[in-house]
């Protein structure tokens, strides 16, 4: 089956940053050498990543990752990027908790060596289920494997949300909070609003998003729960698994953390799931329908941690209308790059947001 191009990401080039890290390096390690400077093949669609090795005697790894700010030239789909603040959750989650979080090493705030802030941390070997292909889609490890080594991974890693949500002190996460009033739940959805705006800013906006923005205030949840640390970009493309099995290695990606009620994690790793199967039906194969389901999910959570997921058709609906708005911003970076067009017809402007249907239909309150 082909496949469209993926979308570009960066205006950087992986060998002049090797270059000025190299520079930047020799100031910490004096005489050190990076070597074998690659891009992940999954390399995100917010912050870059760059893997290299350290050739030093007194190096505190070998294997590392770089994760850089976003190119602002590279319209990013975030407006800000806080490299410290990342840093400073991966320290915590690890001081706190028993995941497995890589272990990081240097913070640069300094724009000058890189062109942007960032952060060194210690690499882990593994694999890491695809996006592109997604791993619903037949020719991938995780697709390829049976029923029971889908169940170890999928009980393993709703452990890890069950672990950090118990695990991490609460009040620990508070300075994640949104700035703004309200409840941490309310906080959470008006920077969502924001993001928004600054998306749609000078463009045309998405009737759909709006109706969905509507559609949780129909929906608000009349408890909103104790507010704990929450991962953000919770799903399994986000851990390092085991290269000859199915338990996490490393928990990626925390950009996106916050203070937050259990279930934004919970809708978040449902509908991320359903996103990629839908997309994998919608193209003609069956996907992995027996895997993540919601009921399995929120069941399995409830066991592990004593807490019954509530609210989850506002949390589902939350998680598919922010993937929404990255869509929307991702697709008006292609415009920006020539590799699409946007519609000339403003009521054309859903269908940007590639799970547009689904998202209607949650909408609608006929999805599940």
Known sequence: MATAPRPRTSTREPEELGRRL?????????????????????????SETLLFDIEHPDAPVRGCALRLAADPAAYTVFPTYDMPRQHRVMSLVAEHTDLPVPRVLWLEEDPAPLGAPFFVMA???????????????????????DDTQRARLQEASISLLARLHDQFPAEEARFLLPPGSGSP????????????????????????????????????????????????DARIGNVV??????????????????????????????????????????????????FLRREDVERRYAELTGHTPRDMEFHT?????????????????????????????????????????SLAAMVRGSYW
């Open 22 to 46: 190299a520079a930047w390096l020799d100031g910490r390690l004096p005489g050190a050498k990076v070597a074998n400077t690659s891009v992940p093949g999954s390399n995100g669609m917010s």
């Open 185 to 232: 739940l309310r906080r959470h959805v008006d920077a969502s609003r924001a993001h928004y705006a600054w998306v749609v800013e000078g463009l045309a906006p998405s009737p759909l998003l709006e109706r969905a923005f509507a559609r949780l205030e129909e929906l608000w949840p009349a408890e909103e729960g104790t507010a704990v640390l929450n991962w953000g």
């Open 123 to 145: 690499r882990v070997e593994g694999r890491v289920p695809p996006d592109v292909m997604p791993y619903t889609y037949e020719g991938n490890w995780l697709h390829a494997a």
């Open 241 to 290: 698994y085991r290269p000859d099995g199915f338990e996490p290695v490393a928990v990626l990606d925390w950009e996106m953390a916050a203070c937050a009620p259990r279930e934004v994690d919970l809708g978040w790793t449902v509908y991320l799931h359903r996103f990629f199967q839908d997309l994998t039906v919608g193209f003609g194969q069956s996907g992995l329908p027996d």
């Open 317 to 357: 609906l939350y998680a598919a209308l922010r993937h929404g708005i990255l869509m929307l911003r991702i697709a008006y970076r292609q415009a920006h790059f020539g590799e699409v067009e946007i519609p000339a017809d403003p009521d054309a402007v859903d269908g940007l947001i590639l799970h547009h249907a």
